[in-house]
């Protein structure tokens, strides 16, 4: 019926149904396309999830390094077989002057700084990856292409001076950095601010330096699952007090489990510039530990 009425209009407006019909049929599907595009596009922006303190990580020979971690003769023993470990030279930040020492391995080179004055403490500064050995926490390594790095992390930063092309992501004071060369990632650089470090510390932060100043200057010969960590944070307005004791609910540690003697305190600096200790003292005096990591005077 519908059929039987077309035919009997004009020819003039059959005419102008038909090219209505036609631009509806060619334009909706193209309207469609596009908009598929753009949401595949504004998809795969946001497939890369926020920033994270794992991100700015990494594992070298079976051990997380971070920039802004404690540095000590451990930690330049952790990383591996040093290759070399040379003074690289000396920077203001913030007005503080800050030493810096490159410590290089296969593959891979450390950064530690120092700040000037007595009780401060180095820090890892920044971690340089130079082979496709080394992952970063969202598996991107060296020899990747530039869309892969972006497809795991978001569009970055361009950052073009001195010459080199870096991708740079951050947050806050720390920094990962993707240097591209043609198309692909050359060198991969994790970094922070040294003066940022030197602000207040978190209690497990202190409770992490307590547990690495242990192990450098071999305060007990107890295994670390024999020992507990008691933090007290409110006796001193500067210092986090960390009483050490046994823990010997793990039946190798031989002890009795229901027993946890005191063994010594330890006093971390809030802005993380010195530890203090009363171990091997029967007077209970506190000593500064304060003797410096490998090739760091």
């Known amino acids: 019926m519908k059929f039987f009425l077309f035919l009997q209009l004009p020819t003039s407006i059959k005419i102008m149904i038909v ?9 909706v599907p193209v309207l469609l396309f596009l908009s598929c595009i753009v949401r595949a596009e504004s998809g795969t922006e946001s497939l890369a999830p926020a920033l994270n303190e794992g991100d700015f990580s990494v594992l070298l020979n079976d051990y997380v390094f971070t920039p802004g ?3 000590s003769d451990e930690s330049f023993i952790r990383a591996g077989e040093a290759l ?7 920077v203001v930040i913030d007005n503080q002057q800050y030493k810096y020492f490159q410590h290089t391995y296969n593959g891979f080179e450390l950064f530690s700084a120092t700040a000037a004055g007595k009780g401060m403490h180095p820090i890892l500064a920044e971690i340089l990856l130079e082979n496709a050995s080394v992952p970063t926490a969202r598996n991107i390594m060296v020899g990747d292409s530039l869309e892969k790095v972006q497809q795991a992390y978001g569009p970055g930063k361009e950052d073009n001076s001195d010459n080199q092309h870096w991708l740079v992501y951050q947050s806050g004071k720390k920094q990962l950095m993707f240097h591209i060369v043609q198309g692909k990632v050359s060198d991969i650089m994790l970094k922070t601010d040294p003066g940022a470090e030197q602000s207040e510390i978190s209690p497990d932060q202190a409770i992490g330096i307590a547990t690495e100043a242990i192990h450098t200057w071999h305060l007990t010969t107890l295994d670390d699952k024999c020992l ?3 933090l007290d944070e409110s006796r001193e307005k500067n210092f986090y007090i960390i009483t050490v004791r046994e ?10 489990p229901d027993i946890s003697h005191r063994l010594f305190d330890i006093k971390v600096a809030r802005d993380n510039t010195q530890i203090l200790t009363n171990a091997d003292n029967v007077d209970g005096d506190y000593r500064d530990l304060n003797s410096p990591a490998t090739n760091n005077e």
Do not use: H, P, Q, V
Request: proline content about 0%; charged content about 30%.
């Open 228 to 230: 507990r960590y008691d």
């Open 84 to 90: 070399s470990s040379d003074l690289a030279g000396e």
């Open 69 to 71: 971690d404690m540095w």
């Open 19 to 27: 090219n209505r019909f036609l631009t509806s049929f060619i334009i």
């Open 247 to 256: 823990d010997n609910r793990d039946i190798s540690c031989g002890g009795d």
